[in-house]
Every structure is written in structure tokens, then in C-alpha cells.
């Protein structure tokens, strides 16, 4: 039998979340022919882990499974390696491989720079010196994740000319992005630059978009621009493309994960394997 990859997305209580996630899908099974490519969710739609699992071994002796989630949280950490260890158990002639999350690196980086040059063009090119950037992610209790959003943001200050590139969140922990507005102002920007730290739309997406016509009406002598989330972007699938295609070069070492195994797998597995209450105990929205 043939290899399977599992792309695993978050899930959205919005459905034009999950309908991007399957486009997205759709698009990768074009670049890569060669690959059957399958889709689960961690929560709110209808085929979730265990089904995903399940599915995926009926058909194959190796399975590659792809999270399509941007920052290691506990949803990377915890919940996913808890259900594969039980897809381990069920399925034992078949192969699982768990390959890394995005993560914030060079190809995300190459992103947002293009996205802050597209702001940019929206408000007519003017001094970086008094346009803040504020990179706004999701939000987690997992400090790791959290900070992966702040070395990104480092990075992106590393690279431009602008004095602010600020952080925010849109829940779950602080700063949120009306304090960092606020910030900005009193430091005298007179444009800020809103850059969502997204892969899809979702409940939250609008809620920003909403955030950010607030903001426009709260500060009339500021000029606001909100850039997209970046899905489809080119860099997403070559990131996707990289971590499958290691996975298949050298199976025996890509099996673990670097977190498939860790403190957190054996904190899941103390807890159960049912679904962790974590990420948006806040946030029942999504």
C-alpha cells in the first residue's frame, strides 16, 4: 500500500475556515500529484483526529501526519501526539510519522515582509519611521508559542525600516490590540499597520477586521491599514512540501516528532486522551 498524508487543520466554528482548508487542500494535491493527501481537524468540523487516523490507515502502510498550524501550542504538543499514540495502538501495521508545525522561520518571515510592503502600498508609502507595525497572532497559554509571534516579529523589525514592530493578541494572554494602539499613538505614530498572524479566516479573523474599523472611528487622525492572513501564500506549501518530503527521505528518525515523546506527550498522556481544554478555554467562539 501507498503512503497517505494526513494534513491536519485547526478547525473553525466559521465555515468559510474550513472551506479554505479544503481549498488549500485542493491546491496542494495539484502541485503534488504524486501524493494522496487527506484532511482532518483538530475540532469543529466533521472528520476530527481519530476519524482522520482511522481513514488514513485503511488505505495505507505509512502515514505522514502534516499539521497546518503556525506555533507549537498545546494543540501541537499535546492533543495530536495523544490521538496518534491511540491511532499507534489501533492501527500497529501501520507506519505514523509526525512532521514538524510551520513554525516561525524564513518562509513565514518572507511572508509577512510581503504583506508589510502590500500595507504599505495601501496607505500610500509613507515614512516607516512613523508607521507602527503590530503583528497580531491568536494567543496561548503556552509560552513557547507566545514567543515564537515575538521572534518573528524581531526578525521583521531586524529587516525594515520601521521604529515599532510591536506584538499583540487576540486572546487567551496580553498585550491585546487596542493597548498596543494605544501605545503607538502616544509614541506618535501617525499610521499603523494591523498584520494578522493567521493562516485562515475564521471567527476570529472577522473579529479583527470588526477590531480594526473600531480602531479607524476611535483614532480619526490615524490612518489605519489591516493586511491578510497569509493560507495560500507560496511559502506555506513549500514548507509543507519540505517537511513530507523529509519525512519520506529518512522515516526512522522523522517517526518522532521532537515533542512526540516529550515532557508533553507524557503530560497527555496523565491527563487522557480526550480533548484538552487549553489554547481557548477563553475563547469558545473560534
Same mark, same amino acid.
Given at each position: 500500500?501507498?503512503d497517505t498524508i494526513l494534513l491536519?487543520?485547526?478547525?473553525?466554528r466559521h465555515?468559510?475556515?474550513? !472551506?479554505?482548508i479544503?481549498?488549500f487542500?485542493?491546491h496542494?494535491?495539484?502541485r503534488n500529484?504524486?501524493?494522496?493527501i =487527506?484532511?482532518?481537524?483538530?475540532?469543529?468540523?466533521?472528520?476530527?483526529?481519530d476519524s482522520?487516523? +482511522?481513514?488514513?490507515?485503511k488505505?495505507a502502510? %505509512?502515514? $505522514?501526519?502534516v499539521?497546518?498550524? /503556525?506555533?507549537?501550542?498545546?494543540?501541537?504538543?499535546?492533543e495530536?501526539?495523544a490521538h496518534?499514540?491511540?491511532a499507534?495502538?489501533?492501527?500497529?501495521?501501520?507506519e505514523?510519522?509526525?512532521?514538524?508545525?510551520?513554525?516561525?522561520?524564513?518562509? $513565514?518571515l518572507?511572508i509577512?515582509?510581503r =504583506?508589510?510592503?502590500?500595507?504599505m502600498m495601501q /496607505?500610500d508609502m509613507?515614512?516607516?519611521?512613523?508607521?507602527g507595525v503590530?503583528?497580531?497572532?491568536?494567543?496561548?497559554?503556552?509560552?513557547?508559542?507566545?514567543?515564537?509571534?515575538?521572534? !518573528?516579529?524581531r526578525?521583521?523589525?531586524?529587516?525594515?525600516?520601521?521604529?515599532?514592530?510591536?506584538?499583540?493578541?487576540?486572546? !487567551?494572554?496580553?498585550? %491585546?490590540l487596542?493597548?498596543?494602539?494605544?501605545?503607538?499613538v502616544?509614541?506618535?505614530?501617525?499610521?499603523?499597520? $494591523?498584520?494578522?498572524?493567521?493562516l485562515?479566516?475564521g471567527t476570529?479573523i472577522?473579529?479583527?477586521k %470588526?477590531?480594526?474599523?473600531?480602531?479607524?472611528?476611535?483614532?480619526?487622525? $490615524? %490612518?489605519?491599514?489591516?493586511?491578510?492572513?497569509?493560507?495560500?501564500?507560496?511559502?506555506?506549501?513549500?514548507?509543507? +512540501?519540505?517537511?513530507?518530503?523529509?519525512?519520506?527521505?529518512d522515516?526512522?528518525e522523522?517517526?518522532?516528532?521532537a515533542? +512526540?515523546?516529550?515532557?508533553y506527550?507524557?503530560?497527555?498522556?496523565?491527563?487522557?486522551h480526550?480533548?484538552?481544554?487549553?489554547d481557548?478555554?477563553?475563547?469558545?467562539?473560534?
Amino acid at each position: 500500500m501507498a503512503d497517505t498524508i494526513l494534513l491536519v487543520g485547526h478547525g473553525s466554528r466559521h465555515p468559510a475556515g474550513n !472551506i479554505e482548508i479544503e481549498q488549500f487542500a485542493n491546491h496542494w494535491r495539484k502541485r503534488n500529484p504524486q501524493w494522496d493527501i =487527506e484532511v482532518c481537524y483538530i475540532e469543529f468540523a466533521d472528520v476530527l483526529l481519530d476519524s482522520g487516523f +482511522d481513514n488514513a490507515a485503511k488505505k495505507a502502510s %505509512r502515514v $505522514i501526519v502534516v499539521p497546518l498550524i /503556525l506555533n507549537a501550542a498545546a494543540h501541537v504538543k499535546m492533543e495530536v501526539p495523544a490521538h496518534l499514540a491511540e491511532a499507534r495502538k489501533r492501527h500497529p501495521q501501520v507506519e505514523f510519522i509526525y512532521t514538524p508545525h510551520l513554525g516561525a522561520g524564513e518562509g $513565514i518571515l518572507k511572508i509577512l515582509k510581503r =504583506e508589510l510592503r502590500q500595507i504599505m502600498m495601501q /496607505l500610500d508609502m509613507p515614512d516607516p519611521k512613523t508607521t507602527g507595525v503590530i503583528l497580531l497572532g491568536r494567543g496561548s497559554s503556552d509560552r513557547v508559542a507566545n514567543g515564537e509571534v515575538a521572534k !518573528i516579529a524581531r526578525w521583521l523589525w531586524e529587516e525594515q525600516d520601521h521604529e515599532l514592530v510591536d506584538i499583540a493578541f487576540t486572546g !487567551i494572554t496580553y498585550p %491585546r490590540l487596542e493597548n498596543v494602539v494605544q501605545r503607538q499613538v502616544k509614541l506618535g505614530m501617525t499610521q499603523i499597520a $494591523i498584520q494578522p498572524y493567521y493562516l485562515f479566516n475564521g471567527t476570529l479573523i472577522e473579529r479583527i477586521k %470588526r477590531q480594526h474599523q473600531h480602531l479607524s472611528q476611535q483614532y480619526p487622525q $490615524i %490612518r489605519f491599514a489591516l493586511g491578510n492572513y497569509f493560507g495560500f501564500a507560496d511559502e506555506i506549501y513549500q514548507l509543507l +512540501d519540505q517537511h513530507v518530503n523529509e519525512a519520506l527521505s529518512d522515516s526512522t528518525e522523522s517517526s518522532m516528532m521532537a515533542c +512526540d515523546g516529550c515532557q508533553y506527550r507524557e503530560l497527555a498522556e496523565q491527563h487522557g486522551h480526550g480533548h484538552h481544554h487549553h489554547d481557548h478555554e477563553h475563547h469558545p467562539e473560534h
